[in-house]
């Protein structure tokens, strides 16, 4: 039987309590609400019983006799949650193949299902569920007559440039912030992520490295205790994973980023959070033409291998004539 719509963002919001658990250094036993939780994300009550529901089956939370929910354990960075089932598989592929074309600018801004199912050789199922997903993250919404138009979306230098900007001027000033409060539990998780990841730079993922590295930066901001720093925070967290997978690493760069951290976590634990805002200001402005680049150089790398799907399908790209 195939997995209703409410599934994708049943998915996204369980990765989104995971996020903010990670976040706030939760510890196995911790209570859960789902006021607490909703009011968190911005949601009602209802989608967030949901994401719990999926991670009870994951074994993530548990419930308790008294019908209390705690946490179990929290998964490793990047691990999925949710179904790994055959419906779930082809939504995943067709969410990446939507992102990777989009990417490379060979789709238009307002498309329609029948097009993607007839271009993906995917079923209308996982084509509408990828598309209800990408809607959730913020990068694509309902157009009329059966038809979805494309939003803003982390796709090209400029646009990268642009978040990198957006970055510079929230992420210092959310370590300044008069509530900031990094608990030290975070702070030894993030300086064990980080020392783990320099020691195996050469071998991890893309993945890997941007779940970690973005969960860096997140968690920095959540510490802020501002909803509104946090807010855009996770939002632009999202729109940059869709390019985050794709991009190669700058294995130049791998080991400096984990040792910027590590220097921005050693000046918040002494207390010195101007120092720390410098540093980070540095670290993004170090990291902005470095990523830039490697975003040039996986676009044109998607437009070569989709060129010839492109002729195929009859989709007009952007700015060409039908």
């Given at each position: 039987?195939?997995?209703?719509?409410?599934?994708?963002?049943?998915?996204?919001?369980?990765?989104?309590?995971?996020?903010?658990?990670?976040?706030?250094?939760?510890?196995?036993?911790?209570?859960?609400?789902?006021?607490?939780?909703?009011?968190?994300?911005?949601?009602?009550?209802?989608?967030?019983?949901?994401?719990?529901?999926?991670?009870?089956?994951?074994?993530?939370?548990?419930?308790?006799?008294?019908?209390?929910?705690?946490?179990?354990?929290?998964?490793?960075?990047?691990?999925?949650?949710?179904?790994?089932?055959?419906?779930?598989?082809?939504?995943?592929?067709?969410?990446?193949?939507?992102?990777?074309?989009?990417?490379?600018?060979?789709?238009?801004?307002?498309?329609?299902?029948?097009?993607?199912?007839?271009?993906?050789?995917?079923?209308?199922?996982?084509?509408?569920?990828?598309?209800?997903?990408?809607?959730?993250?913020?990068?694509?919404?309902?157009?009329?007559?059966?038809?979805?138009?494309?939003?803003?979306?982390?796709?090209?230098?400029?646009?990268?440039?642009?978040?990198?900007?957006?970055?510079?001027?929230?992420?210092?000033?959310?370590?300044?912030?008069?509530?900031?409060?990094?608990?030290?539990?975070?702070?030894?998780?993030?300086?064990r992520e980080q020392r783990d990841l320099?020691?195996?730079?050469?071998?991890?993922?893309?993945?890997?490295?941007?779940?970690?590295?973005?969960?860096?930066?997140?968690?920095?901001?959540?510490?802020?205790?501002?909803?509104?720093?946090?807010?855009?925070?996770?939002?632009?967290?999202?729109?940059?994973?869709?390019?985050?997978?794709?991009?190669?690493?700058?294995?130049?760069?791998?080991?400096?980023?984990?040792?910027?951290?590590?220097?921005?976590?050693?000046?918040?634990?002494?207390?010195?959070?101007?120092?720390?805002?410098?540093?980070?200001?540095?670290?993004?402005?170090?990291?902005?033409?470095?990523?830039?680049?490697?975003?040039?150089?996986?676009?044109?790398?998607?437009?070569?291998?989709?060129?010839?799907?492109?002729?195929?399908?009859?989709?007009?790209?952007?700015?060409?004539?039908?």
């Amino acid at each position: 039987m195939p997995r209703p719509p409410a599934a994708i963002l049943h998915r996204e919001l369980a990765r989104a309590i995971v996020e903010q658990l990670r976040a706030s250094a939760a510890q196995p036993g911790e209570r859960l609400s789902e006021n607490d939780l909703a009011g968190r994300l911005g949601t009602s009550r209802s989608p967030v019983r949901g994401a719990l529901q999926l991670l009870l089956e994951a074994e993530v939370v548990t419930r308790q006799e008294n019908g209390r929910l705690v946490l179990r354990h929290l998964p490793a960075v990047g691990e999925e949650i949710g179904s790994t089932d055959a419906e779930a598989d082809a939504v995943e592929r067709a969410y990446w193949r939507l992102a990777a074309d989009r990417l490379a600018g060979i789709l238009p801004d307002v498309v329609g299902e029948a097009d993607l199912v007839r271009r993906y050789e995917i079923p209308r199922g996982p084509v509408h569920r990828a598309l209800l997903q990408a809607m959730g993250e913020g990068w694509v919404e309902r157009a009329p007559s059966g038809t979805w138009r494309f939003l803003s979306l982390i796709d090209g230098p400029e646009s990268y440039d642009e978040s990198y900007r957006f970055r510079r001027a929230i992420e210092p000033a959310a370590l300044l912030d008069p509530a900031f409060d990094l608990p030290p539990l975070t702070l030894a998780r993030l300086r064990r992520e980080q020392r783990d990841l320099l020691e195996r730079a050469e071998v991890a993922s893309p993945r890997e490295v941007f779940e970690l590295n973005s969960g860096f930066h997140l968690a920095l901001v959540q510490a802020s205790n501002n909803r509104f720093f946090a807010d855009a925070a996770l939002r632009i967290t999202r729109l940059r994973r869709v390019v985050g997978y794709v991009i190669a690493l700058d294995h130049g760069r791998l080991a400096a980023q984990s040792t910027e951290h590590l220097a921005i976590l050693d000046r918040l634990e002494a207390g010195d959070r101007e120092e720390a805002a410098a540093l980070l200001l540095r670290h993004l402005d170090a990291g902005r033409a470095s990523k830039a680049r490697l975003l040039a150089d996986a676009r044109l790398k998607l437009e070569g291998l989709t060129s010839a799907a492109q002729e195929a399908s009859g989709l007009t790209p952007p700015g060409r004539a039908a």
